[in-house]
């Protein structure tokens, strides 16, 4: 409500949501791409070259009941329009001035940005589909916005997850409060996740594993056929970063578990 009074008034209680509840969503907002059934990602794949502005992307949630927690990418939206708002810079200036110039990011770029050639191509079937994968790099990735309109490389990536958490880009009270985690799995899921600012935290204990933690950030997009992910593995020191071609949701290889299992074989066999 203090920064953003235009869109508060079409949220629920909109004046009294939080910064932080934006970011860890606890604010319970409308997730506008919820999934790629959701209108946004119809309309997204009929117009795949649409110009998207944050206020088209939060729009989706107007009106919508919130919950009691919910994945936070229309908080991620409205979270940049306030930096925006706040700083009277974009963006893309800030991720610089904060984060790529400092730790020398060469290959991290917002989509606001001029980008260089070289980016790997994303394949989904277009619905309706004819069951033949179509290269879907001509998307506009505007719709992802301040929720997931950055590009970078694996190197850039590590580096910067790195410097994140050994303390080199934010003090040492703010990266804590980063790290307070809050529920965030359903009752369905298997093993338990919560989410920080901006960052997961994922514990389980298996038969075959034992007790385990992942400390880091995964997604899709359906949209662009892309799943990528970041994790430390805090037991065993290893980092793992990947891309890999999903069309949607669950159809990914489960890389990040499948890799957890790997170390812990082979550090059993030590």
């Keep these: ?47 795949p070259r649409r ?50 110039e400092p730790l020398k990011l060469k290959n991290t770029f917002f989509y606001t940005e001029e980008i260089p050639g070289g980016l790997v191509n994303g394949y989904i079937d277009i619905p309706p589909g004819d069951g033949k994968l179509d290269d879907v790099s001509f998307v506009n990735i505007s719709f992802g916005g301040a929720a997931g309109g950055l590009i970078s490389n694996p190197e850039d990536v590590t580096r910067f997850f790195q410097a994140l958490l050994r303390g080199k880009l934010l003090k040492p009270s703010s990266l804590k409060q980063m790290l307070t985690f809050v529920d965030a799995d359903k009752p369905e899921d298997a093993i338990s996740r919560r989410y920080g600012l901006g960052i997961q935290l994922i514990e389980a204990e298996t038969p075959e594993l034992g007790k385990f933690t992942l400390i880091g950030h995964g997604g899709v997009n359906p949209a662009s056929g892309f799943s990528a992910g970041m994790w430390l593995y805090p037991e065993f020191g290893v980092m793992l970063g990947y891309t890999e071609n999903v069309r949607k949701r669950g159809q990914g290889t489960g890389i990040a578990l499948k890799v957890l299992k790997t170390l812990s074989e082979a550090n059993n066999d030590r």
Excluded: C, H
């Design 1 to 47: 409500g203090k920064w953003l009074p235009n869109i508060a008034k079409n949220i629920p209680d909109g004046n009294n949501i939080t910064i932080r509840q934006l970011l860890n969503g606890n604010s319970g907002i409308y997730d506008f791409g919820e999934n790629e059934d959701s209108p946004f990602f119809q309309e997204v794949l009929k117009n």
């Design 51 to 100: 110009e998207w502005k944050p206020e088209e992307l939060v729009a989706y949630a107007y009106g919508k009941q919130r919950q009691e927690w919910v994945y936070p990418n229309t908080g991620f939206i409205i979270t940049g329009m306030i930096i925006e708002k706040a700083t009277g810079s974009t963006i893309a200036a800030e991720i610089r001035r904060f984060i790529s």
